[in-house]
Nanobody, 117 residues
């Protein structure tokens, strides 16, 4: 059974940087598409926004809101995926979730990122 454990969230000032980590276990990491999503504080039922994806073949994609500021990269040797976040803005404040997908999707527990002065 796939398990994901995220870490690296916290409080950072606008313009700062954070690196989120997601450690994968329970299956063959290299076969999975890995993604980062986020869910901003708001009304109940606020949908999770896709932030970045790294496929098993190494292709990466980003939402327009983070393109040029965030970088997703995977370390297949250590079964981990990372999200390097630079030039953070208050609107990046959210709970960030890691997702692994092959035939089904598995989610991590989330890590809080707060961008505030």
């Amino acid at each position: 059974q796939v398990r994901l454990v995220e870490s690296g969230g916290g409080l950072v000032q606008p313009g700062g940087s954070l690196r989120l980590s997601c450690v994968f276990s329970g299956s063959t990491f290299s076969a999975y598409t890995m993604s980062w999503y986020r869910q901003a504080p708001g009304a109940p039922g606020t949908q999770r926004e896709l932030v970045a994806t790294a496929t098993s073949g190494g292709t990466t994609n980003y939402s327009d809101s983070v393109k040029g500021r965030f970088t997703i990269y995977r370390d297949n040797a250590n079964n981990a995926v990372y999200l390097q976040m630079n030039s953070l803005k208050p609107e990046d404040t959210a709970v960030y979730y890691c997702k692994a997908r092959r035939y089904i999707s598995t989610w991590g527990q989330g890590t809080q990122v707060t961008v505030s002065s």
